[in-house]
């Protein structure tokens, strides 16, 4: 399942796809019923209204397709997994051309369905494009995924916020040079969630989607460039990042709410390569897909500083309702009535935009929200179990928080029950049973 189609094929078998087959708009109408399924199944819009290419959504809405592909049955065996790759990273296999190498667009960015979502939005985005450029110092590639707003048919608007293609960017621009990038769209699912891998600066992500892959991703330079992409690309748009910036946004973020417009760089569209008959991979802003790509891997950097100080963590949840960035939730077993706490500021450390985070005990599904409200109920005690951090460092996409100077207050909630008092007088009730009720 090394290129997006091979896995779709296995999605069918295991039906979690769904085909829609009435002709609808990219603007809105598509939208509309992405947000409907949000929570799946996986989405084939096979007839776009003005455009021949299909859209695809959902293709890494859930924690199950990263799990199914990496052949995980259990969420340890999963976090482990990720961490692998980015420990032993791997060289992909350069191959002389990609899958997209015969059929061109030219640089007509109009012939793609990309798609309007929100009533505000200033005009189509593509969500789900990841930016590959390389430093001109080392020569390492980075990787990361970028909205881009259509501003006309040759020319996008890319926002950067100050990391890694940025700190390239910033190379180039004070030259009053472009920056050479290619855009891929329409990838394997692990090649989508290692562009979002925490790794260092000169650190090239595609080596940790390899390693996802068994080893058997294979890249290509694009046609009339030397920056390397994923060879099975659906769509691959070569371009130039210029020092020149336009009006940015509004745009709907991952909180649900928008961000403000800003002067950020233009883009320029060189060319447009796609597969014969291409897929388009349409992702819903603040959406399940949005969420999972930018926290999954933050979930696992939690899960690792939670690890030093307590021997077993069930599971680390940054919720859905919570944006898949500000809350979460962590199931763990508990030694000592401190850690608790512990498991607090050890999850602020692994994930510094966190702002809540509750903490419960491996009897309690961190993924049931309603497990975690009747822990919450049931085990916590305010004045023992609450911990408040003001003045701390949180996330500029929070609306409620101070965006001049990133500092918000973080609240830890210790709902695991206090080792003082009997385990028995926790636990639920429990009806005994031979019945095979799903039979019934």
């Known amino acids: 399942m090394i290129d997006l189609r091979a896995a779709i094929e296995k999605f069918k078998v295991l039906n979690m796809i769904k085909e829609i087959n009435v002709e609808l708009s990219p603007r809105f109408e598509i939208p509309a019923v992405m947000q409907k399924y949000d929570n799946g199944p996986i989405l084939i819009f096979n007839r776009v209204k003005n455009h021949k290419i299909p859209i695809i959504s959902g293709v890494a809405g859930s924690r199950k397709i990263f799990m199914d592909q990496l052949g995980c049955t259990d969420l340890t065996d999963f976090y482990n997994k990720l961490l692998s790759a980015i ?45 590959y450029a390389k430093d001109p110092d080392s020569g390492i590639q980075n990787a990361s995924i ?16 100050p990391r890694h293609l940025y700190s390239i960017y910033q190379k180039y621009r004070v030259k009053k040079q472009p920056l050479t990038i290619a855009i891929a769209i329409g990838v394997n699912p692990l090649v989508a969630l290692s562009a979002s891998a925490p790794v260092p600066f000169n650190f090239d992500e595609m080596y940790v989607a390899n390693t996802l892959l068994n080893k058997q991703l294979k890249v290509c330079k694009t046609p009339n460039s030397e920056i390397l992409v994923p060879s099975h690309s659906e769509i691959v748009i070569e371009a130039s990042i210029l020092p020149t910036d336009v009006d940015e946004g509004p745009f709907l973020d991952i909180t649900g709410t928008y961000d403000e417009v800003r002067k950020q760089p233009l883009v320029e569209v060189n060319q447009i390569y796609c597969k014969p008959k291409p897929l388009y991979h349409g992702l819903l802003p603040a959406g399940a897909e949005h969420k999972l790509l930018m926290g999954l891997f933050r979930e696992v950097k939690i899960y690792e500083h939670v690890k030093n100080v307590v021997p077993y963590v069930r599971g680390v949840n940054l919720t859905l309702g919570g944006t898949g960035w500000l809350h979460a939730v962590v199931s763990v077993s508990k030694q000592t009535d401190g850690d608790g706490k512990n498991v607090i500021f050890a999850a602020f450390s692994g994930h510094p935009s966190l702002k ?11 993924y049931n929200m309603e497990e ?24 500029t996409l929070d609306p409620s928080g101070d965006q001049l100077t990133g500092l918000t207050t ?23 049973h031979n019945l095979n009720l799903d039979a019934i």
């Open 410 to 432: 973080k609240i830890g909630v210790d709902a695991t029950r206090p080792l003082s008092k009997p385990k028995e007088v926790f636990m639920k009730g429990v009806i005994p």
């Open 146 to 161: 970028h909205r881009l707003m259509v501003v006309d048919k040759n020319h996008l608007a890319i926002r950067i916020v």
């Open 87 to 131: 420990s032993n990273p791997s060289k992909p296999e350069l191959t002389p051309d990609g899958e997209f190498y015969d059929h061109s667009l030219n640089n007509d960015l109009y012939k793609l369905p990309i798609l309007t979502f929100f009533e505000k939005d200033r005009a189509p985005y593509i969500t789900s494009g990841i930016v």
């Open 372 to 395: 975690v409200e009747w822990a919450i109920a049931t085990r916590l005690q305010g004045d023992k179990g609450l911990v408040i951090v003001s003045n701390a460092r949180g996330s």
């Open 356 to 366: 809540h985070v509750v903490v419960v005990d491996e009897d309690i599904d961190p």
